[in-house]
Structures are given as C-alpha cells and as structure tokens.
C-alpha cells in the first residue's frame, strides 16, 4: 500500500528517538512559518475559478480550411465527422496536440436532411448499427466519445439507442448528447447502460453573427457559473473560430476555466461509479 504522504520516506525499522534540542526546534519553526508564508502567497496569487466550460467544435473533416481550428486552445475538443477526407488526419493532428478527439456520429433526423456517409438510421438493425459504429470509430482514431451529429429522429427511438449504448460501453466511450431534439431519450438510455454521459447547455453558432454569438457565450458562462460546470458547442466557420479567438482568453478574468470534455466526462464516470456502488451496498432490516 503506498505510504501516506505524512509518512512518505519514514523508516519506522531504522528511526531513533533524538535528544530535544532548543536551537534545532527554534530554527525548524522559522522554516515553518517561511515556508507557510510562502504557500500562502502563491495560492493568494493563483486564479481561483468559480467555474469550468467545456466546448465541443463539431462538424470536422470535410473542409481542408478547418485546419485553423487547431489555432484554438488544446483543451477545445473536436467532434470529427466519420469517413471524410480529413477526418483520420485531423484526428491524429488533435491528438498530437494532446485535444480530446470525438465521434461526431451522423443520424437520421426528422426532416429527412442530408447524413453523410456512415449514418445510423432507424431501418437499421442492432448489427448494422454496430456495425457501422465501428467502422465510424476505425476512420476517426483517438476518438474517446460520441455525440451525435444531427439525429432529431434516431435519439428519440428506443431500439437503436440501446444499439448505440451497447457498443459504446463495449468500446468504453462516454456519450454526449447534442440535443437536437427536446424528445431524446438518449441521456436516460446511456444512463441505463452504464455509459458515462451528458449533454450540451448551448449551440454558439447557429448564426455566424457577433452579436449572436456574445449572447449565446454569455448564456454559457451564466449557466457555468449557476451549475459549476457547462458544455457548449460550435462550428469550424471562419467567423466562430474569429470570435473564439477573442472571447476565450477572457474566460480566466472572469473565473471560468476552460476545460477538456474527458475532465467533465470523468466526474460524470465516478459519479456512475459511486452511484453504483451505494446501491450495492443498500442492506436490509
């Protein structure tokens, strides 16, 4: 078992008791206090953030001008569509760069829109959307989670989510949900499968303008700072990653962190875990 840190480099075999000395102890309390000193003026001086934000840049691979996307913070993750002409590539560039990588998995939505290659559908059984889902995850290497690209009808069908759920926890991937659809059931069967999961606060960008955007952040930073923690999600436009570029940096002043979305995910697993475990350990009168 490792040592505590109290008794870290202790040998209790070898220790001897040493004689009291006056002089020894006065200069060990001068230390004491200097080096208390000391810390307390470094934790002074360090940022003490209220809140943390995660944001999610879907949509990439298509577009070779995407690149710029990697001009952000490494701790912005990017959700990359499957079987694009750069989706193994990025994936590998975010991953060099030490940014979390996600599946940014195309399904079928209510209005009938244009998916993609590699989309779930609902005429798919559990095999083929196994099937698919794997194949999505061979073109997107690093990728440690999924959220779904579109899927106003797919999220909203039992069958196919337990499908999605089941090769998700196989391949131990956490979930998170885009929220395309008030409707989804998705959250609730991750839950039930035991996969690690959430679910985005606020889309950005769904129009590219300033003015929409501040306003949208500003709703973000709101609800970190209401619930500790916020997930939001974004677009590889010129104008978005323009305004991110600004606005980001800003997030230290106003004490919110800017954190990875595999550092949230984790709460939410041990969360899981410890839910778990109280439930086992529920006795009986």
Do not use: C, W
């Not at 195309?106 to 244009?114: D, Q, T, V």
């Not at 889309?203 to 709101?222: C, E, I, P, Y």
């Not at 980001?248 to 969360?271: H, N």
């Amino acid at each position: 078992m490792k040592p505590s840190i109290l008794l870290a480099g202790y040998n209790h075999s070898n220790s001897q008791v040493k004689p009291y000395n006056h002089f020894n102890t006065h200069n060990n309390n001068n230390i004491v206090r200097l080096i208390f000193s000391l810390v307390t003026t470094l934790l002074l001086s360090l940022p003490v953030h209220a809140a943390n934000i995660a944001l999610i840049i879907d949509d990439m691979g298509y577009r070779k001008q995407d690149v710029e996307a990697f001009t952000l913070p490494a701790e912005v993750t990017f959700a990359i569509l499957p079987h694009t002409p750069f989706s193994t590539t990025y994936a590998k560039k975010a991953a060099a760069q030490h940014r979390d990588v996600m599946l940014h998995m195309p399904m079928e939505a209510l209005a009938g829109n244009r998916l993609g290659p590699g989309a779930l559908t609902a005429s798919m059984d559990n095999q083929a959307i196994q099937n698919t889902l794997n194949d999505a995850l061979d073109s997107v290497p690093h990728a440690i989670g999924l959220n779904n690209h579109m899927g106003s009808k797919l999220t909203q069908l039992t069958l196919p989510m337990q499908a999605t759920m089941a090769f998700l926890r196989q391949q131990q991937l956490f979930f998170i949900d885009s929220r395309t659809t008030r409707y989804s059931k998705a959250n609730k069967i991750a839950t039930r499968f035991g996969v690690p999961n959430t679910h985005r606060q606020v889309f950005l960008d769904h129009f590219q303008n300033q003015k929409h955007m501040q306003a949208q952040f500003d709703r973000l930073v709101r609800i970190a700072r209401k619930y500790n923690n916020a997930i939001g999600i974004a677009h590889p436009y010129p104008q978005t990653l323009s305004f991110l570029q600004q606005q980001l940096p800003k997030l230290q002043d106003m004490q919110i962190q800017l954190i990875p979305v595999s550092r949230l995910m984790q709460e939410k697993a041990l969360a899981m875990t410890e839910s778990v475990a109280d439930n086992t350990n529920v006795g009986s009168d």
